[in-house]
């Protein structure tokens, strides 16, 4: 219970700013990880050391669930990403029909 009461103190306007800076950073870097690797496992297990080294380096502390949110958020951008490339490859009813 310790880790909840500390975690609800420690949220505060300009400290939720500052971790949603971070988020960005961190997921702009696992998105990038994965356009270079082509690997979504190795981008979505990035995202969390990522994460955990920017925070600390940043504001000198982290908190466990913001780690597995910024995995989270990682994970959909995955997704959205895979379904995209996914989308594009689907040959078109016209090119079906043509050959």
Known sequence: MFYVYDLVHYLDSGTLGMISEILLVTICLSTIIFLWT???FISYFSAAPLFYFISLFISGNTHLIF??????????VNIVIQ?????????SKNQIQNT
């Open 67 to 76: 780690l597995v949110l910024a995995m989270t958020i990682q994970a959909l």
């Open 38 to 40: 082509k690997n979504q």
């Open 83 to 91: 379904k995209q490339i996914i989308g594009k490859e689907k040959p």
